[in-house]
């Protein structure tokens, strides 16, 4: 069983440009959650998202940022117009269900930087 | 509301002695709680986790970490520290719904 997926794991752009990261979650598992890890930081939840619905996204900032996971494919993280303070490292976890006492397998990031 | 304060942001040990990694936690549920391993440049992996069954709970790599509600504490311990356990460790809590809260992490630094 494949583990969760993301790419892809290092990504580089110029401020102004958008940055999508790729988040494939493991077999079975519908439910994704995003994090931003910034240097010397924990990690913090940005969103939180089932098939074809955003459940929380109280964490995400208000502007440039998206989030879906669409009945096929990967969940997309999307930033438009990347400033330097996007630098980060990205996480992408998945469940099976949304009970509390549920494990989040991680992904292995992707480490985004802005020139 | 919840929260999670990770005592030390730096611990040092010599290899082969003990490690205690001090995590405190608050929650308005009775929380699920994790300790999670990042090594460099790499993704997290569970090391264990406490979901109301026993309170001592056994992980990965020898470690171990002990709910105690009346301290509302979950310190990771080890008996005998290898140089491979240099990493960080993050302790999260989780509580409803899913929605998880992470603490700031402590680096374990392991002296040969």
């Known amino acids: 069983n494949a583990g969760v997926m993301q790419n892809p794991r290092h990504l580089v752009r110029r401020r102004g440009q958008e940055a999508r990261l790729r988040c494939s979650p493991m077999?079975?598992?519908?439910?994704v959650y995003w994090y931003r890890q910034l240097p010397e930081e924990g990690l913090k939840f940005m969103v939180y998202?089932?098939?074809?619905?955003?459940?929380?996204e109280s964490g995400m900032p208000k502007e440039r940022f998206s989030a879906e996971f669409p009945k096929e494919g990967p969940s997309i993280l999307r930033i438009q117009q990347v400033v330097r303070g996007d630098s980060a490292a990205y996480f992408c976890a998945s469940s099976p269900s949304s009970g509390g006492s549920d494990t989040q397998y991680f992904g292995p990031g992707t480490r985004l930087t802005v020139l | 509301a919840q929260s999670v304060t990770q005592l030390d942001s730096h611990v040092s040990v010599s290899e082969g002695t003990p490690v205690l990694l001090r995590c405190n936690y608050s929650?308005?549920?009775?929380?699920?709680l994790f300790w999670y391993v990042q090594h460099p440049n790499k993704g997290l992996q569970l090391l264990l986790k406490?979901?109301?069954?026993?309170?001592l709970v056994k992980g990965i790599n020898g470690f171990e970490a002990e709910f105690k509600k009346s301290e509302t504490s979950f310190h990771l311990t080890k008996p005998s520290a290898h140089m491979s356990d240099a990493a960080e460790y993050f302790c999260?809590?989780?509580?409803?719904?899913?929605?998880?809260?992470f603490g700031t992490g402590t680096k374990l630094q392991v002296i040969p």
């Open positions: 999260v809590v989780s509580g409803g719904y899913q929605k998880v809260t």
């Open positions: 077999k079975g598992h519908s439910h």
């Open positions: 406490y979901t109301s069954a026993a309170t």
């Open positions: 998202l089932q098939k074809e619905n955003i459940i929380d």
């Open positions: 929650s308005s549920y009775s929380p699920s």
